[in-house]
């Protein structure tokens, strides 16, 4: 068994490993403030597997998971049940050899997930075994318990925030000229597009519901050919309302979109939680959410306004009522939630739950 010791360096690997992570700085920015806790990070090779596990017996102490389906789902049924019986397999193996496990749970589920009962059958057991589970918002507990089962501890933090990640937003009105914008209210979908967001469904909805005073920019990278069914010809017949910018977006390009516009939409059917939320917030930008439980924590009424996503009126009542608030105060209202979800915050938690971990015999 690895025992902890005061003078012992607590080491962690990540699956995913940092390397494949590189479009989402979340890794990154929590390696980075885990260090400052004395958690040393080490890379691995992505094979979660026997080999790996009696290689690093002395070298690491704590495994934690963050999107887990990487490691038990294949291409076909056949291949995604041997490799759950794989998974299902090393995750006690683990735990006998010493490791402890954690878990960030970022979704319940895969946003686009076949085949449920695989996912059912590898979450189950990761959450029994595992020695803590991470979550971003109070009522996780009580949906994963229902889901899942277990006694697992659960860790409360923040999801951290991206203020100093990325530039800041600039100057509104040169990027505006820039884009051709004027004084029109800009609503903002902004990611990496796929299909759970129904990017093009929301694209419909904007030219039905939302105020003639108000233009839509879509910027991000299409993930999948479904994501944006039709999304092309929508913009074309909008009168220019519609505005697309579907390319990946450079890091340094990315504050350019936020200074255009009034707030973001994060047009989600359904979510777990959302690192566009805290990115929107760190921008200073007010949002327009889904009435979900993680959203319902974090959006106040005056960084936000919520709407039941199955209801067309609710929407368009979202849609008018985001353009009463105070810009520049609900702006400030966004960027006090984001220095509340300090990455220094996020680390000391899960540095602490390392910590317990490996004082349990």
Same mark, same amino acid.
């Given at each position: 068994?690895?025992?902890?010791?005061?003078?012992?360096?607590?080491?962690?690997?990540?699956?995913?490993?940092?390397?494949?992570?590189?479009?989402?700085?979340?890794?990154?920015?929590?390696?980075?403030?885990?260090?400052?806790?004395?958690?040393?990070?080490?890379?691995?090779?992505?094979?979660?597997?026997?080999?790996?596990?009696?290689?690093?017996?002395?070298?690491?102490?704590?495994?934690?998971?963050?999107?887990?389906?990487?490691?038990?789902?294949?291409?076909?049924?056949?291949?995604?049940?041997?490799?759950?019986?794989?998974?299902?397999?090393?995750?006690?193996?683990?735990?006998?050899?010493?490791?402890?496990?954690?878990?960030?749970?970022?979704?319940?589920?895969?946003?686009?997930?076949?085949?449920?009962?695989?996912?059912?059958?590898?979450?189950?057991?990761?959450?029994?075994?595992?020695?803590?589970?991470?979550?971003?918002?109070?009522?996780?507990?009580?949906?994963?318990?229902?889901?899942?089962?277990?006694?697992?501890?659960?860790?409360?933090?923040?999801?951290?925030?991206?203020?100093?990640?990325?530039?800041?937003?600039?100057?509104?009105?040169?990027? =505006?000229?820039? @884009?051709? !914008? #004027? $004084?029109?209210?800009?609503?903002?979908?902004?990611?990496? %597009?796929? *299909?759970?967001?129904? &990017?093009?469904?929301?694209?419909?909805?904007?030219?039905?519901?939302?105020?003639?005073?108000?233009?839509?920019?879509?910027?991000?990278?299409?993930?999948?050919?479904?994501?944006?069914?039709?999304?092309?010809?929508?913009?074309?017949?909008?009168?220019? =309302?519609?505005? @697309?910018? !579907? #390319? $990946?977006?450079?890091?340094?390009?990315?504050?350019?979109? %936020?200074? *255009?516009?009034?707030? &973001?939409?994060?047009?989600?059917?359904?979510?777990?939680?959302?690192?566009?939320?805290?990115?929107?917030?760190?921008?200073?930008?007010?949002?327009?959410?889904?009435?979900?439980?993680?959203?319902?924590?974090?959006?106040?009424?005056?960084?936000?306004?919520?709407?039941?996503?199955?209801?067309?009126?609710?929407?368009?009542?979202?849609?008018?009522?985001?353009?009463?608030?105070?810009?520049?105060?609900?702006?400030?209202?966004?960027?006090?939630?984001?220095?509340?979800?300090?990455?220094?915050?996020?680390?000391?938690?899960?540095?602490?739950?390392?910590?317990?971990?490996?004082?349990?015999?």
């Amino acid at each position: 068994m690895i025992e902890e010791k005061d003078h012992q360096q607590i080491t962690v690997t990540f699956f995913p490993p940092l390397k494949l992570t590189t479009g989402n700085p979340y890794n990154k920015l929590l390696i980075d403030s885990l260090a400052k806790e004395g958690i040393e990070t080490i890379e691995n090779n992505n094979r979660f597997n026997l080999s790996f596990l009696l290689r690093n017996r002395k070298r690491v102490s704590i495994i934690h998971f963050h999107w887990p389906s990487i490691y038990y789902k294949g291409r076909s049924p056949l291949q995604s049940l041997s490799r759950t019986i794989r998974f299902c397999t090393l995750l006690p193996l683990s735990r006998i050899m010493g490791y402890r496990i954690f878990w960030t749970v970022h979704n319940l589920y895969p946003h686009e997930m076949i085949r449920v009962l695989h996912h059912k059958i590898a979450r189950r057991l990761l959450v029994i075994l595992s020695n803590g589970l991470f979550i971003h918002f109070k009522g996780a507990e009580g949906e994963i318990r229902r889901e899942f089962g277990g006694n697992t501890k659960f860790y409360l933090i923040p999801h951290g925030n991206y203020i100093g990640f990325y530039d800041k937003p600039m100057e509104r009105q040169s990027v =505006r000229e820039m @884009l051709d !914008l #004027k $004084d029109e209210f800009v609503y903002l979908i902004f990611g990496r %597009f796929r *299909a759970y967001k129904d &990017v093009s469904v929301s694209a419909k909805r904007f030219l039905l519901l939302a105020p003639s005073n108000s233009i839509l920019l879509i910027a991000g990278e299409p993930r999948d050919k479904s994501s944006l069914q039709g999304l092309e010809d929508i913009a074309d017949a909008s009168g220019n =309302r519609i505005r @697309l910018f !579907l #390319k $990946d977006i450079p890091d340094n390009e990315l504050p350019l979109y %936020f200074a *255009a516009s009034d707030c &973001v939409w994060l047009s989600y059917r359904r979510i777990f939680t959302s690192g566009n939320l805290l990115l929107s917030y760190s921008m200073k930008k007010p949002v327009i959410a889904p009435d979900a439980p993680f959203f319902r924590e974090m959006v106040t009424p005056s960084s936000g306004v919520l709407y039941d996503p199955n209801d067309d009126l609710s929407l368009q009542h979202a849609l008018l009522s985001i353009q009463g608030l105070d810009r520049i105060k609900a702006g400030e209202e966004a960027y006090r939630i984001a220095l509340e979800c300090s990455w220094d915050k996020v680390a000391g938690i899960t540095a602490q739950a390392y910590r317990e971990a490996l004082r349990e015999d």
